[in-house]
T-cell receptor, first 113, second 114 residues
Framework: GAGVSQSPSNKVTEKGKDVELRCDPISGHTALYWYRQSLGQGLEFLIYFQGNSAPDKSGLPSDRFSAERTGGSVSTLTIQRTQQEDSAVYLC???????????FGPGTRLLVL | GNSVTQMEGPVTLSEEAFLTINCTYTATGYPSLFWYVQYPGEGLQLLLKATKADDKGSNKGFEATYRKETTSFHLEKGSVQVSDSAVYFCALSDSNQAGTALIFGKGTTLSVSS
């Protein structure tokens, strides 16, 4: 069956621009997670959705980062006024329920020049 | 807070060698433990998991046992193959909290040569 998909796979942007990253979870998965993978910090949790609500936003690094999820499905992670330190691979994962195994997408590689 | 520590890499082995990648954790509550693998150019894949003490997770010849007394979840394989070359991540989630994010170790790069 179809796994988690993310788009774009690669994104190059200029410092100060806004970017939107998209995640399509596995059909029927109610929980959705965003993580960031960078050389210096390893894999970091950003935000979690259960349905359309985000009970845990504790990992968002600054107020430039926001995310939403609509229809209990697609999620968008938005980074405003990008900085070079935002360069990383942004990973999305989904799970059938809140305590179920998380399945990861291929990631979006973001490079801020 | 919760954390995962895994051995630094890279680990370089010859084909058919025995593999151990150490992982220890610090957690409040009763975490579930995972090993994820990231093959070159691919996304993270769940390799195996264990949800309670003394459980053994296994998959593709890899295994790891949840040791509460030593707070460890070491990954082992008896005979590695070139195709096992990848980055391996140990992770935990706190089963007492709904929707808790995974906390990952830094990752260990394994390189297997023929």
């Amino acid at each position: 069956g179809a796994g988690v998909s993310q788009s774009p796979s690669n994104k190059v942007t200029e410092k100060g621009k806004d970017v939107e990253l998209r995640c399509d979870p596995i059909s029927g998965h109610t929980a959705l997670y965003w993580y960031r993978q960078s050389l210096g910090q390893g894999l970091e949790f950003l935000i979690y959705f259960q349905g359309n609500s985000a009970p845990d936003k504790s990992g968002l690094p600054s107020d430039r980062f926001s995310a939403e999820r609509t229809g209990g499905s697609v999620s968008t992670l938005t980074i405003q006024r990008t900085q070079q330190e935002d360069s990383a691979v942004y990973l999305c994962a989904s799970s059938r329920g809140e305590k179920e195994t998380q399945y990861f997408g291929p990631g979006t590689r973001l490079l801020v020049l | 807070g919760n954390s995962v520590t895994q051995m630094e890499g890279p680990v370089t082995l010859s084909e058919e060698a025995f593999l151990t990648i150490n992982c220890t954790y610090t957690a409040t509550g009763y975490p579930s433990l995972f090993w994820y693998v990231q093959y070159p150019g691919e996304g993270l894949q769940l390799l195996l998991k264990a949800t309670k003490a003394d459980d053994k997770g296994s998959n593709k010849g890899f295994e790891a046992t949840y040791r509460k007394e030593t707070t460890s979840f070491h990954l082992e394989k008896g005979s590695v193959q070139v195709s096992d070359s990848a980055v391996y991540f140990c992770a935990l989630s706190d089963s007492n909290q709904a929707g808790t994010a995974l906390i990952f170790g830094k990752g260990t790069t394994l390189s297997v040569s023929s």
